[in-house]
């Protein structure tokens, strides 16, 4: 199939931009069961989506010559997540129905909202505009919906989760009966289906994602790092691939804020994106990444919805995505329009088993590997050399010139050495990371313990979460009813009703009768029972699950009482 049956506006547009045959999703909408019907898109980011749909309402906005509508209200309208990707649809629909004549209108936040109305009650044909925005023109009175014949919610999965449910319901809300509702979404979690349920009628599902959740051209790897070094680790990673753009996801602005330093410190251009950043900063950083002044971006998930940059080879997941689909989200920024990507995870240790059960989740095969180390570097740097060197080079009478007068000067040998220092003199060094593999971080785990608790007995307490326990006033307690010191005392354990906690071998017999006689009544802890307990507490639990808790347990001391009370 081909772009020829379209109106001949769109087939000139798409043959200016080199466009010769539709994506799968293009495709789908394109087919005669799709037309004017509402439409339920499963599609991954980069698929070409927003042609897609750019296409698929053509029909309510062109008339039967091919020519925009000739109506006062906006024909169509868009609603993206984010200011980026709102402004990127309204790029993309712009070249394409330019030829029909069609005026586009952004709304999204950060920009000038009069000049926006003033573009809305100038005509605009079609409005592109992110959801609290587009509320804001629309309770106003700038934005008329009377004559919509199609709107569009582009990744609704993430407009939901971001919070963004009533201002899309307010929307959806106030247009007109018989108007097409097309969703498309990389996932498709139950609050979109309830939603389709309430917009849409007997919509037709298209499907274009594929069984498989992961991007076909993304290559997933899992990085088990000490918590420790996960900062030298995204250096050592940076390095090692050198991708012409790549962007690090992390949870939180203050994170970003830190990452960013880090890096540009270490002599990586680099920039930043989050929430705290303004429209103009988030525009500067986007242009020093699309023309080559900043190779690295630290960003947030919400920052980096809509970001489409060609190059973009290479996403690490500083922080651990929380659930599969910010995990597919964040990973399909690269492997887009036939390109390979590589999206990396960096799993401290002790969180290993949830990102195996994440990755299952997501239906997605990723390769455990170790960081790279400053070795691997070294001789990534050196194929890298290498294969630069050996491309033909077109050289100008001068550039030959000084090269003879260099090997007049010096030999070839010192000349070569030379350049291999110049080259790796651009490049920030490699970090040594201290703790490589799981076994090095469970022995330094090992060195961390106290001398002397090798061989413990386990105490336990009747007391716990439920009655407040907390080890600040746990210990002093311990101390006076067992006539120790602190030092004697090891881990405390506190669980939903009882506390354990451990004691030296050579002092629990002492304990254990100083503790019997300092039993009592007196108000300052003596009242709480402390014995031996038969297991380890999580043994001891698994033993006593099920079993009926007594009605009444001692609560905590007073001070205990008076020091929370004068925290407020």
């Given at each position: 199939?081909?772009?020829?049956d379209?109106?001949?506006s769109?087939a ?72 980026e990707l ?9 070249w394409l ?8 209108a ?19 044909n ?22 919509l ?9 993430e ?18 009966d ?8 990389a ?69 970003v804020?830190?990452?960013h ?6 002599g ?10 303004s429209?103009s ?13 900043a ?26 995505p929380?659930?599969a ?20 995870i ?26 790279p ?13 290498l ?42 060094e ?36 439920r ?27 506190i ?5 354990y ?24 802890g003596?009242?709480?029972t ?16 099920g ?8 609560a ?13």
């Amino acid at each position: 199939m081909s772009f020829t049956d379209l109106p001949a506006s769109l087939a000139s547009a798409l043959a200016e931009r080199g466009y010769e045959t539709p994506t799968p999703v293009q495709q789908a909408v394109l087919e005669p069961e799709a037309h004017g019907r509402d439409l339920i898109v499963s599609a991954q980011t980069g698929s070409g989506k927003t042609i897609a749909f750019g296409l698929a309402f053509a029909a309510q906005v062109l008339d039967d010559e091919g020519r925009i509508r000739s109506t006062e209200a906006p024909l169509a309208l868009v609603i993206a997540p984010t200011r980026e990707l709102a402004l990127q649809v309204s790029r993309e629909l712009d070249w394409l129905y330019r030829p029909a004549g069609a005026r586009i209108a952004s709304c999204v936040g950060g920009m000038n909202a009069q000049q926006e109305r003033r573009a809305l009650r100038g005509g605009a044909n079609i409005v592109v505009g992110t959801p609290g925005r587009l509320r804001d023109h629309l309770e106003r009175g700038a934005l008329d919906l009377s004559g919509l014949g199609a709107v569009v919610l582009d990744e609704a999965d993430e407009m939901l989760d971001m919070g963004f449910r009533e201002e899309l319901e307010h929307i959806l809300d106030a247009t007109p009966d018989g108007r097409r509702v097309l969703m498309f979404s990389a996932t498709m979690p139950r609050p979109i289906e309830a939603m389709a349920r309430r917009y849409q009628h007997e919509a037709l599902r298209i499907a274009t994602a594929g069984a498989a959740r992961g991007h076909g051209d993304i290559s997933y790897q899992a990085v088990t790092v000490s918590p420790s070094e996960i900062e030298n680790a995204v250096v050592n990673l940076l390095r090692f691939h050198e991708a012409e753009t790549a962007i690090l996801f992390c949870a939180t602005r203050e994170k970003v804020r830190h990452l960013h330093a880090t890096l540009q410190e270490r002599g990586f251009g680099v920039v930043a994106l989050s929430g705290e950043h303004s429209q103009s900063e988030r525009n500067q950083a986007l242009q020093a990444l699309r023309d080559g002044r900043a190779r690295v971006c630290v960003a947030t998930d919400v920052a980096a919805r809509g970001i489409d940059l060609p190059g973009l080879s290479l996403v690490i997941h500083v922080e651990i995505p929380r659930d599969a689909e910010t995990l597919q989200h964040r990973s399909g920024r690269t492997g887009r329009a036939g390109r390979k990507g590589i999206a990396v995870i960096l799993v401290p240790y002790p969180r290993r088993k949830r990102v195996e059960s994440m990755l299952r989740h997501a239906k997605i095969n990723a390769e455990w590997v170790p960081a790279p180390d400053r070795d691997a570097i070294i001789a990534q740097d050196r194929a890298r050399l290498l294969e630069a060197l050996m491309q033909p080079v077109e050289a100008g009478e001068a550039d030959r010139a000084l090269a003879e007068t260099l090997l007049e000067r010096r030999s070839a040998s010192e000349i070569a050495t030379m350049l291999v220092q110049t080259h790796r003199a651009r490049m920030p060094e490699p970090e040594e990371l201290l703790v490589n593999s799981a076994e090095a971080h469970r022995n330094a785990q090992k060195e961390k313990h106290r001398p002397g608790f090798d061989d413990v007995v386990w105490f336990r307490m009747d007391i716990g979460r439920r009655q407040n326990a907390d080890p600040r006033w746990v210990l002093p307690i311990l101390c006076r009813r067992g006539h120790v010191t602190r030092n004697e005392i090891g881990a405390i354990r506190i669980g939903q009703h009882e506390t354990y906690f451990q004691i030296p071998s050579n002092v629990a017999d002492n304990f254990a009768r100083a503790a019997a006689r300092t039993a009592g009544d007196d108000g300052d802890g003596s009242d709480l029972t402390i014995e031996r307990s038969n297991a380890p507490p999580r043994a001891e639990a698994r033993v006593n699950k099920g079993k009926k808790r007594p009605a009444n347990r001692p609560a905590p001391p007073p001070r205990y009482h008076q020091r929370r009370s004068r925290k407020g």
